[in-house]
């Protein structure tokens, strides 16, 4: 088993940023793929950026050159830093686990064996 919990959410004006931090307990999961992904009102949960063990990274088209997605393995905790944020990324935030390489399947919900209870972001206008 692997517990995950998000931290960092808040309520920031548009143009500012956040850090959102994932810590991972449990099982080690420093091998594994861990993503964010994010869930508004109404949508399904939506890919936002993965890293894998080896620092590679896969962002969401409506992140890139904004969000920036690392990885501490020695300590089993991703990061989320968010700059010039948008109304638009309102939304919870979760963080998964998930095995394999980056691939397509890595922007898929379905792939994540392990999910955080989220952190809630809220930009306003």
């Known amino acids: 088993q692997v517990q995950l919990v998000e931290s960092g959410g808040g309520l920031v004006q548009t143009g500012g940023s956040l850090r959102l931090s994932c810590a991972t307990f449990g099982r080690t999961v420093s091998t594994y793929i861990m993503g964010w992904f994010r869930q508004a009102p109404g949508n399904e949960r939506a890919f936002v950026a993965a890293v894998a063990y080896s620092g590679d990274t896969m962002y969401a088209e409506s992140v890139k050159g904004r969000f920036t997605i690392s990885r501490d393995n020695a300590n089993n905790t991703v990061y989320l830093q968010m700059n010039s944020l948008k109304p638009e990324d309102t939304a919870v935030y979760y963080c998964?686990?998930?095995?394999?390489?980056?691939?397509?399947?890595?922007?898929?919900?379905?792939?994540?064996?392990?999910w955080g209870p989220g952190t809630q972001v809220t930009v306003s206008s």
């Open positions: 998964g686990v998930t095995t394999g390489r980056l691939s397509i399947a890595t922007r898929m919900p379905r792939t994540y064996s392990f």
